[in-house]
C-alpha cells in the first residue's frame, strides 16, 4: 500500500546505466523524497522486500540550470533551499572530504539537509559559512541573513584557498567555547539569542588582530586542531577571552534601559563595532598594567606547564 500514500522519490543523474535487472547511477542528486530516504535509511532493519517505493530518474547534469527548475517544481510543499543546491558543489565536497580525512571521529561536516551523519560532532556547511562571515567577513551583523551563505557569499565565503576543514574546527571550538559560557550573561535574553555567538567571535578576531601567536594559528589551524593537546591548549586559552568578553558585555548592560532592543542592536553594525572598539581599548590598557596577559603570554605559559 506504500506507494498509494507516498509521492514517491525523484532523482536526477549525470549518468544512467540501465541493465537487465539493475539501474546504476553516478553524480546523483535526489531532488524529492530525500527526508524519505533518510527515514527508510534509519529503520532499513525493519524493511522487508515487499516493500516498493515509486522512483523517477531524470538523465541529466545536477548542476545545469534546467535540473534547478525541476527541482523547483518538484517541491511545491516543502522549499528548496539553496544550501540543497550547493551540496554537490566541489567546494563542499571537498571540506567533507577533508572532515573525513582529518577529523574522522571528532567532526563530522554536514553538506544537505537530512543527511545521516558520520561519527563525531557534526558541524553544518551553513554553521560553517556563518562563522567564516563572522570571523573573515567581518559581518557577524548580517549572520541572520542564512540565505546569503548558499546564494551570493557563497563563493566569498568558501571558495577561498584557506577556507579548510582545519578553519572550520578552530572557529567551532571558538564556538562551542562561547556557548558554555554564555549563562553567564546577565541579560538571558541576549544569551539566548544566536547572533549573540557570532558577534563574540568577531570580538575576538577584532582584539586579537595583533596578536602574532593568535594569527599564527589562524593562519596555519592544521598544526594546532590536528592534535588534541593542541586543540585543548587553544581551547584553554581562548577561554579566559570569551570570560572577559562577556563580563564586559555585563558591565556594558548595566547602562542598558528597560526598553533597550537587543535584536536591533546586534544587527546595528556601528553599535557592534563601537562595543568592539571600547572593549580593545579596554584589553589594551590592562595588558598595558599588567592586569590581563595577551593570547601569546597565555599561549606560553600553558606550553611551560
Not at 7 to 14: E, F, V
Not at 34 to 58: G, M, P, Y
Not at 138 to 151: A, I, L, N
Amino acid at each position: 500500500m506504500f506507494p498509494l500514500f507516498h509521492n514517491g522519490i525523484t532523482i536526477i543523474a549525470k549518468s544512467i546505466f540501465l541493465e537487465k535487472d539493475s539501474l546504476s547511477i553516478e553524480e546523483y542528486y535526489v531532488i524529492n523524497g530525500c527526508q524519505s530516504l533518510t527515514s527508510l535509511h534509519e529503520n532499513k532493519d525493519a524493511i522487508t522486500d515487499e516493500l516498493r517505493v515509486l522512483a523517477k530518474f531524470i538523465s541529466m547534469d545536477p548542476a545545469s540550470p534546467k535540473a534547478r527548475l525541476i527541482t523547483e517544481y518538484s517541491n511545491n510543499q516543502n522549499g528548496v533551499r539553496s544550501r540543497d543546491f550547493k551540496s554537490n558543489s566541489s567546494i563542499q565536497i571537498r571540506l567533507q572530504n577533508e572532515f573525513n580525512q582529518n577529523y574522522k571521529g571528532l567532526f563530522s561536516y554536514e553538506i544537505k539537509r537530512g543527511e545521516t551523519s558520520i561519527s563525531g560532532e557534526p558541524i553544518s556547511n551553513e554553521e560553517a559559512g556563518l562563522y567564516l562571515m563572522a570571523f573573515d567577513h567581518k559581518e557577524p551583523w548580517r549572520t541572520h541573513y542564512k540565505y546569503e551563505v548558499f546564494e551570493d557569499k557563497h563563493s566569498a565565503l568558501f571558495g577561498r584557498p584557506e577556507v579548510t576543514a582545519d578553519r572550520i574546527v578552530l572557529l567551532r571550538v571558538i564556538d562551542n567555547e562561547i556557548k558554555s559560557q554564555l549563562g553567564n550573561l546577565k541579560e538571558q535574553l541576549l544569551a539566548k539569542y544566536k547572533l549573540t555567538r557570532f558577534m563574540i567571535i568577531y570580538i575576538i578576531q577584532e582584539m586579537l588582530s595583533d596578536d602574532e601567536t593568535f594569527q599564527k594559528i589562524v593562519a596555519r589551524p592544521q598544526d594546532y586542531m590536528r592534535n588534541q593537546s593542541s586543540r585543548e591548549r587553544f581551547r584553554l586559552v581562548i577561554s579566559g577571552f570569551v570570560a572577559n568578553i562577556i563580563i564586559d558585555i555585563n558591565v556594558e548592560s548595566d547602562d542598558f534601559d528597560e526598553n533597550f532592543d537587543y535584536r536591533r542592536k546586534i544587527k546595528d553594525d556601528e553599535w557592534v563595532k563601537n562595543l568592539t572598539r571600547n572593549m580593545e581599548k579596554d584589553f589594551k590598557k590592562n595588558v598595558a598594567r599588567k592586569k590581563q596577559d595577551t593570547f601569546a603570554t597565555e599561549w606560553a605559559l600553558l606550553e611551560s606547564k
